[in-house]
């Protein structure tokens, strides 16, 4: 039994020195990490920084139209294919002008016919005019009697008449013929302005019905210069303007940028799911067709810019009695360095003093504890705060700096 205990005491005593090790390496561990953390390097460089209000919208041309039919009937033809350029006044479809071509025919057949039964007035109005002067004459001498004259009067009256209501009928049918005509010329349907073939509508030998409304047939459109159409929210919405410098990148290419300025802000807004949208309208050249009708693109509107600045991370600036300031790396550990800012962004801050290029400041501690933020300061000089909310001399971003 005594050997049994003293066993028992042995294993006890063993426990509890491999716990008190134990312990003794977790502190000395952690206090080691403690005293020297690792800390993030940022070196300070040189570049631009930028306040912008992102929005997202998508492409559209900036001139276009919808080429629609006049007329009823079968289309014959399509001249142009989806992507072909066209110039104003070329051939692009033509419809069965049968009918067209009957009714100017017959139009001008009536008209020649009016024409001729004029002639033919003319030709008894004359005859009619000879009688009359001819009955004066005989009765002055009393060889006729006043009806035969007054008959004679009437008759040229009567033609007179005739002459107009015929004049008047010719002048009916001649418009109508004009109107017959360019219902023809409808027949065949030409580009009204220069640019590309971006739709096409209907089929050859497909039937269109004009009588309701104008069947639409292909959209043509102008793609050297196409129009962004942006929507901001009303919050934002306030900070554009006409003239405003924007840039924008596409879906398919986010890291080419396209610049440019604000056009117009359309003041009637819309309201999608509760949220009151404006849109903002920006043209852009589109050189060497890389953008396209209806690409998506991510939007920025520049409200503030500095470039060829010094910048750092606003994570790296500290907070004193003295202003602004940041741990700076020297060749005998760190120091604490003021600094003088220019604009900032949520993510960035210019430095106008205090810093050169290539120097390196602390932007933050990997896993950091209080211990390890108190000994960076306490090794700086100085005790160390967070980053001015407000920042020195500069502005906020909005939606993030870039």
Same mark, same amino acid.
């Given at each position: 039994?005594? +050997?049994?205990?003293?066993?028992?005491?042995?294993?006890?005593?063993?426990?509890?020195?491999? !716990?008190?090790?134990?312990?003794?390496?977790?502190?000395?561990?952690? =206090?080691?990490?403690?005293?020297? $953390?690792?800390?993030?390097?940022?070196?300070?460089?040189?570049?631009?920084?930028?306040?912008?209000?992102?929005?997202?919208?998508?492409?559209?041309?900036?001139?276009?139209?919808?080429?629609?039919?006049?007329?009823?009937?079968?289309?014959?033809?399509?001249?142009?294919?989806?992507?072909?350029?066209?110039?104003?006044?070329?051939?692009?479809?033509?419809?069965? %002008?049968?009918?067209?071509?009957?009714?100017?025919?017959?139009?001008?057949?009536?008209?020649?016919?009016?024409? /001729?039964? @004029? &002639?033919?007035?003319?030709? &008894?109005?004359?005859?009619?005019?000879?009688?009359?002067?001819?009955?004066?004459?005989?009765?002055?001498?009393? %060889? !006729?009697?006043?009806?035969?004259?007054? %008959?004679?009067?009437?008759?040229?009256?009567?033609?007179?008449?005739?002459?107009?209501?015929?004049?008047?009928?010719?002048?009916?049918?001649?418009?109508? +013929?004009?109107?017959?005509?360019?219902?023809?010329?409808?027949?065949?349907?030409?580009?009204?302005?220069?640019?590309?073939?971006?739709?096409?509508?209907?089929?050859?030998?497909? =039937?269109?019905?004009?009588?309701?409304?104008?069947? +639409?047939?292909?959209? !043509?459109?102008?793609?050297?210069?196409?129009?962004?159409?942006? &929507?901001?929210?009303? %919050?934002?919405?306030?900070?554009?303007?006409?003239?405003?410098?924007?840039?924008?990148?596409?879906?398919?290419? $986010?890291?080419?940028?396209?610049?440019?300025?604000?056009?117009?802000?359309?003041?009637?807004?819309?309201?999608?799911?509760?949220?009151?949208?404006?849109?903002? +309208?920006?043209?852009?050249?589109?050189?060497?067709?890389?953008?396209?009708?209806?690409?998506? /693109?991510?939007?920025?509107?520049?409200?503030?810019?500095?470039?060829?600045?010094? =910048?750092?991370? =606003?994570? /790296?600036?500290?907070?004193?009695?003295?202003? $602004?300031?940041?741990?700076?790396?020297?060749?005998?550990?760190? &120091?604490?360095?003021?600094?003088? @800012?220019?604009?900032?962004?949520?993510?960035?801050?210019?430095?106008?003093?205090?810093?050169?290029?290539?120097?390196?400041?602390?932007?933050? !501690?990997?896993? $950091?504890?209080?211990?390890?933020?108190?000994?960076?300061?306490?090794? /700086?000089?100085?005790?160390?705060?967070?980053?001015?909310?407000?920042?020195?001399?500069?502005?906020?971003?909005?939606?993030?700096?870039?």
């Amino acid at each position: 039994m005594k +050997l049994f205990r003293n066993k028992r005491t042995l294993v006890q005593v063993s426990v509890v020195v491999v !716990i008190a090790l134990l312990t003794l390496l977790l502190v000395h561990y952690f =206090t080691r990490n403690s005293d020297n $953390p690792e800390y993030i390097w940022h070196t300070v460089e040189r570049g631009s920084i930028e306040n912008v209000i992102a929005a997202s919208g998508s492409l559209e041309p900036k001139d276009y139209v919808e080429v629609g039919a006049q007329v009823s009937g079968q289309l014959e033809s399509l001249a142009v294919d989806v992507g072909d350029v066209v110039k104003r006044g070329q051939l692009l479809a033509e419809i069965d %002008a049968t009918v067209f071509e009957t009714n100017v025919m017959s139009a001008e057949a009536s008209l020649e016919n009016k024409r /001729a039964q @004029l &002639e033919k007035l003319y030709a &008894e109005q004359h005859l009619a005019e000879e009688r009359l002067e001819r009955n004066r004459n005989l009765f002055a001498q009393n %060889a !006729i009697s006043q009806d035969t004259l007054t %008959a004679s009067e009437t008759d040229v009256k009567g033609l007179t008449a005739d002459i107009r209501a015929m004049q008047a009928q010719i002048k009916a049918d001649s418009a109508s +013929l004009d109107g017959d005509k360019a219902t023809l010329n409808y027949a065949k349907i030409y580009a009204p302005m220069d640019g590309t073939v971006v739709s096409i509508a209907v089929r050859e030998g497909q =039937t269109l019905n004009a009588n309701q409304s104008a069947p +639409l047939i292909m959209k !043509i459109a102008d793609l050297s210069v196409l129009t962004l159409r942006t &929507e901001v929210s009303e %919050a934002d919405v306030t900070q554009i303007y006409a003239g405003m410098p924007v840039y924008f990148s596409t879906l398919g290419a $986010p890291d080419k940028r396209w610049y440019s300025t604000v056009r117009q802000v359309l003041p009637t807004p819309e309201v999608v799911n509760d949220v009151v949208l404006y849109q903002v +309208l920006i043209d852009i050249e589109n050189k060497g067709s890389r953008l396209m009708d209806s690409m998506t /693109a991510q939007v920025f509107f520049i409200e503030a810019q500095a470039e060829d600045v010094l =910048t750092i991370p =606003t994570g /790296a600036l500290r907070r004193g009695p003295k202003g $602004p300031s940041v741990i700076k790396q020297t060749a005998e550990g760190s &120091e604490r360095v003021a600094v003088k @800012l220019g604009m900032r962004t949520r993510t960035q801050v210019a430095v106008t003093s205090g810093l050169s290029e290539g120097d390196k400041v602390v932007a933050g !501690i990997r896993n $950091p504890d209080s211990s390890a933020t108190s000994n960076i300061d306490r090794r /700086a000089g100085n005790t160390m705060g967070g980053p001015p909310p407000g920042g020195g001399g500069g502005g906020g971003g909005r939606r993030g700096g870039f």
